[in-house]
Structure formats: C-alpha cells, structure tokens
C-alpha cells in the first residue's frame, strides 16, 4: 500500500485510476477515523509501525479467484507495454498468477535481489511511517483483495495495486535506489512543508510514469500497471500529453486522482530519475513556492512535449 499523501487510489479501468492525495485534500485524518472506524487499525496484531503479519489464512476463494484474473490480464496486457525492467521484475520474483502471494515467499526472492522486502499493513497509512518504511527499504504492502465487483475500480490500493503494481520494480538496483531515496526525502520534505511538492513526484514517476526505450514508450508506473485501462490509455490515447521528465515542472503540476492522467511524464531511463532526486531539494521547494503551479492538462513553455494531448474526454472537475 501507499501512504495518504503520496498515494491513495482509485484506480479505474474505464474512467478513474488514481488516489487520493490526502495530504493536500485534507483527507487524511477522515480516512484514518474510518478505518479506526472499520476496525482496521484496532486489530491486537497491530504493531507500532502499522505493520502486521499478512492474514494468509483470511484470503477467500474468491480473493485468489480475484487475484488471478486480476494477474493473467494484466501479464498479458502488459506484454510490449510494461518496460523489460518491470517484466523481468515479475519473472524474477516468480510472483505467483493464481493465487495472492505470500509476501514472505516473494520476500526472499527481493531480498536476495536488492535488499527490500514487502511489508503487509491493513489500509492507509502515515504520511510519516510510510517515508520511514521506504527509507529502510520496506515497501508497505495492503494484505486485502479488492471484492469481484472492483476489478476496474477501486478507491484504496488493494495487494493487487500494491503487489502487483510496485513490487517487480523494487527488483531493479536502480529503481530499488530510487524509493528508499525518495522516503528519505519524504521525511524531510515532512519537516520542510514540502509534501504537496514531493507527492507530485511520486505521482507522476513511481505511479504514472513512463520511460523512453529502443523499442518505443513504455509503462513503468504503479497505477498504470494495475490498471487495465490506463495501459491502454497512457500509451495509445491521443489525449493525454506526454512530456519529458522534468522534476521542476512536475513539482509544480497538479493531477488528477477521479480521472485518467491529463498529462504523463516520460523518463528516459531510471538512472535519469535516481541522479533527479540526488540534489538536495530544501532549495527547490523554496524556489518553486514562489512560482505558480500548473493544472493537470497544461503544457508549459519549457517543456519537452513528445506528444501534445487533444484533451478529448477530459473532465471538467478539479485537479488536485
Ligand atoms: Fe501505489
């Protein structure tokens, strides 16, 4: 799973992928009571740092049943759309297609790899417990199976998102670099008032992103990945914008968490993004609070468009 501010999802096959921002939309604290609320957060198991250990023995039939229609679309959808990185991530862990996997057996795969494993949690997370999990290189995962009827849409990151979506990456040094890097960067952006920047970040790169390769645009991003709709859309769709990554710009561009992305930008390999996140941002954030942002559609004069959107289909409600 993904914390609040970075990364509560919808994500839709039709018409919505994305999360929640609560950071900047002030849902946070709601959605924390509700899953107090729910029980969720009250389980005994619960420990300190919002992990428990994954319910193996709660998954239903219908959860594996779930997961693997879930798996054998997208394993296939993804066949020259996900980039080699992303497929070799799911090769090389053996992620299981027929039934939820069991985090410990995927963990030893990870471990051997790259040092992270996958932790499970019940739901949301802190802002702050979610940075110190990545800093340490331990990627919250949430241990639950969205229902039959949510297949194309989904409110909250369900294990599928969160499995499926994020953890082949973590296989790859660089990109394995790049998240505990970005929770160290998110415990100081906490300090410094800079979340709603950093969150943009991880929106658009972590989740939304794209990268350039010999064989044309691929998909690398979370959100994308575990969406059937969005595979198609980011790729193929000529009406969303496809600009060069840049983390300026994108510290400076709202989203869309209710709709499909109105614009995506595309890396041109991950070391481009790890060596991005190097610098240390405290001096970009003050800069950047001086400029305006842009809206989630909006191409700007310094931009690298590979491909400007004809906004069909855009939605006339608000970014975030
Ligand atoms: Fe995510």
Redesign the pocket.
Known sequence: ??NLA??T?AFSDDTAAP?ASPAFSGTLTDKLKEQFEAGLLSDPSLRPDFTIEQPLHRYTETDHAVWRQLYHRQASMLQGRACDEFLRGLQTLGMEADRVPDFGRLNEQLMRATGWQIVAVPGLVPDEVFFEHLANRRFPASWWMRKPEQLDYLQE?DCF??VF??VPLLIDPVFADYMQAYGKGGLKAAGLGALDMLARLYWYT??FGLIRTDKGLRIYG??IVSSQGESVYSLDSASPNRVGFDVRRIMRTRYRIDTFQKTYFVIDSFAQLFDATRPDFAPLYQALRAEPTLGAGELDAGDRVLHAGDGSGWSDSADI
Do not use: I, R, S
């Open positions: 799973m993904d970075m990364d999802v999360a990151p998102h969160d979506g994020h972590v989740e979370a959100g």
